[in-house]
């Protein structure tokens, strides 16, 4: 691997009209096809958190052969963001990437059949809440310590601050987890995904931000209704080690994009 890759600018390219509504691609070497890995970022869906968050990540992606996409989005704290047009941001984005970037000189490298979606914390959430709608269209869907249960999220309280509520509830603009909206919004209620899509669900069991009960749930209903899904489940670790493309759990994350996208060049 060849670490000046690290250093070639990525192609931005707009997916609607708002500041928020883009994508980097970053693409490796060579003339392809490049299998796709689509990037959203986390943190609570709220400003200031951005798509640096996910930056190392693509890095490490396009030195091992993968195309990256790092997906922005309009977030709590500016106009749209919020349940349900975040949500409809991603999914646009994701549509983008799929078929109208293979079609551009810049990036027709691209091969759209080959695509994955990563997502950390409020990121896994958009990931799976995406890949519920595209069933059919990415090969596999990987959630980092992702919100997958909204209402859970809700009642726990997670990321609540001060003059604000709890992330979820924001999200969800002040609506109660007994809400039907939640239905529609939250991951652990939109399975199955199918057994076409793998699912890979990664945790650690000291996680003070996502409870790792969120993920254990969302593992154990997506069994129960037939997905092809896996945990990676680490001891001690925290929440922030998952965007470390130095950190084992990163590994483990690579090792299953490569088994399922370069494994059906």
């Not at 949500?87 to 691209?110: K, R, Y």
Request: glycine share 10%; net charge negative; with cysteine.
């Amino acid at each position: 691997m060849d670490d000046d890759a690290d250093e070639i600018a990525p192609h931005t390219f707009s997916y609607g009209a708002h500041p928020a509504q883009f994508v980097e691609v970053h693409l490796p070497p060579g003339a392809g096809p490049h299998p796709v890995v689509i990037l959203i970022h986390g943190g609570f869906w709220r400003l200031p958190w951005d798509l640096d968050l996910m930056r190392p990540l693509a890095h490490d992606l396009v030195l091992r052969g993968f195309a990256t996409v790092n997906v922005e989005y309009r977030r709590l704290g500016e106009e749209g963001g919020g349940w349900p047009d975040t949500c409809q941001d991603v999914l646009h984005a994701v549509n983008h990437a799929l078929h109208a970037l293979p079609q551009l000189p810049e990036t027709s490298s691209l091969d759209p059949s080959r695509t994955a979606l990563v997502g950390h914390s409020a990121g896994g959430h958009l990931a799976l809440w995406a890949a519920s709608h595209l069933r059919g269209h990415v090969a596999m869907v990987v959630s980092q310590a992702g919100v997958v249960d909204l209402r859970a999220a809700s009642r726990d309280r997670l990321d609540e601050q001060a003059g604000k509520a709890p992330a979820a509830t924001e999200f969800m603009h002040g609506e109660l987890p007994e809400a039907p909206a939640y239905g529609l919004a939250s991951p652990i209620e939109l399975l199955p995904l199918g057994s076409q899509v793998f699912q890979l669900v990664v945790h650690g069991d000291a996680d003070n931000r996502v409870p790792f009960r969120q993920s254990l749930d969302y593992v154990e209903a997506a069994e129960v209704r037939g997905d092809d899904i896996r945990l990676a489940a680490f001891t001690g670790m925290g929440h922030f080690e998952l965007i470390d493309p130095t950190h084992e759990s990163w590994r483990t994350t690579t090792a299953e994009l490569t088994s399922h996208l370069k494994g059906h060049a």
